[in-house]
Every structure is written in structure tokens, then in C-alpha cells.
């Protein structure tokens, strides 16, 4: 049966968020499904969608109802069928799909590393005792509290551009960003030295992109399968797995990345408490086709190595 593609009268309508990183992502999400079948760029159309998450920046994520936040107005449009598919960060996505969504395509991972950001410093060892560190997320200040509980961490949200024009401001020596971002916006402008995966281990499916579609819609599906990236989601199904059983969300730090090597899966994981006080971590291998298991695996033991308390603040 000859497969229906995209036409200029019926285009392919990719939903998105409209920060900058986003839109690059969706036009990669559009780039290869155009190599894949061979199709002009005006087959798909881009269609920007708000998100309360983008709407709401004075305040902590935690305190406005987490990942969900960039991703509801979204995955509403793609269930009404406004949209036929929509493009994500990863990092993003909460561990579970409203009814009738699917998740099960993934681009090649770009570098997962966190990248420390300042226009005078290159590490965070060169920061001064009671620096100001600015960033909105839970993950990075636990870490880098447990590392330095002399910074003064304070809240920065928003994009690239928004966040430098903060350092540029002086409200805080240095920030935090994903390597991957910049180098989808091909920033080689901004003051940014990646850190090793061993001294701060990234969120979970950072520098992924995700692309959901509704469960049943095999036209979509089968167009998809031309374009996903089989390692990324082997990487991925651990880490979400870590992450689900972990009951993960913007209100808990929690860290992790799976890596392949010649048909073993290495994971590393961690949870802290938010201000730092306290961190527990594993490092696990198995075969690749057991990474889930593993990734649940983890999260149990470290869920009884926390103890009680641990999660009081949750």
C-alpha cells in the first residue's frame, strides 16, 4: 500500500513552543522528515503554541505545577487534532502521556553535559565564597549546593537570550545551561565550559528530542519510524524508568544518564535534597535490553538508601 505523505493542501502540522531553542528543534523534527521521504520544507507547517510554563516567568516552576507546564496546551492541541504531531525536550516531559498520546520517537541525543556560563569565570571553583549563582532549576542548585553551600543560588528563568542579558545585569556571577541547546542555536558566542558528566550529573534525557503523535494514528506512525533514533531510546527507556519510579517532577532533583558501550548499558543516578544536604547516587550495568528494569531497579534501592525523611520535603 502506498504510504500517504504530506501535501502542499494537507500539509504535516508540527507543534511547538515558540522560545528559540524550540522552534529549532522543530525545524529539525521537519528537516529530516523532509531527507527521509524526499519532500519540500513547505509539506510541514510549524505551528507555534503558548504554554502557561512560557507565560509564567516570575516564578519557581515548582510553585506554578511542574513539567506539565510546557507541555499541556501542547498535547491538548495534538489530542483535538489541531496539530499532527508535537516536538519536545525531553527533560521536559513528565513521566506519563494523557490518554490517546504516544511518545516512542526520539532524534540522535545531541551532548548531554551541562555547560557553566559566565562572561569572566570558567569554573565553578573559581566563583568566590557566597557567589550568586543564578538558575530555575531544582536539579543544579541541589548539586551545586552539596558542592559549594557557600553560593548564594537565586532564581533565573527564561530563555538564552533573557538569561545572559541577566549576567550581562549583574544579577548573579555565572548561570547554568544544556550544552545541547547551545549547539542547536549555534551559540559559540555565549561564555559557556562544559562540565564533566562526573562532576554534575545532567537531568534525565537531557539533549533529547521527543516527538509524540496520537496512539493511533498509523499514517503519522509509519513516517515517524523513518526518523527515530533506536540508541537514544534505549538510553532513554532506562533513564524514565529511573525517573518514574522515582516518582519524578520539578519539585524533586534527580539526576541521570544512561550510556552504551559495545551492548551494555551503563546508568548513573541520583537523588539529592533541595538544599544539598544530602546525596545519594548509584552507578549500575546490564545488557541494553534490560536498561528499563535496571533503571527501576535503582530508583528502589536508592528510595530505601534515603531512609526516612528523606522525601518530607516533597
Known sequence: MTQQLPTLDAPLRIGTRGSPLALAQAYETRDRLARAFDLPHEVFQIVVIKTTGDAVQDRPLKEIGGKGLFTREIEDDLLQGR????????????????????????????????????????A???????????????????????????????????????RLRKLDEGVADCTFLAMAGLNRLK??????????????????????????RRTFDTRTADMLAAIHDTPTGERLAAERAFLTALDGSCETPIAGLAELDNGQLRLRGEVLRPDGSERIHDDQACDIKDGAELGQAMAEKLLAEAGEGFFDWH
Open 124 to 162: 565553578l571553583t573559581e566563583l568566590a565564597v557566597g557567589a550568586t549563582v543564578g538558575t530555575s532549576s531544582l536539579r543544579r542548585k541541589a548539586q551545586l549546593l552539596n558542592r559549594r553551600p557557600d553560593l548564594n543560588v537565586v532564581e533565573f528563568r527564561g530563555n538564552v537570550q533573557t
Open 83 to 122: 496539530i499532527d504531531i508535537a516536538v519536545h525536550s525531553m527533560k521536559d516531559m513528565p513521566v506519563q502521556q494523557p490518554a490517546g498520546l504516544l511518545l516512542d520517537t526520539y532524534l540522535p541525543r545531541e551532548d548531554v553535559r551541562d555547560a557553566f556560563v559566565s562572561p569572566t569565570k570558567s
Open 187 to 212: 551559540r559559540d558566542d555565549v561564555p559557556a565550559t562544559p562540565i564533566s558528566e562526573d562532576s554534575m550529573l545532567p537531568a534525565v534525557a537531557q539533549g533529547a528530542i521527543g516527538i509524540e
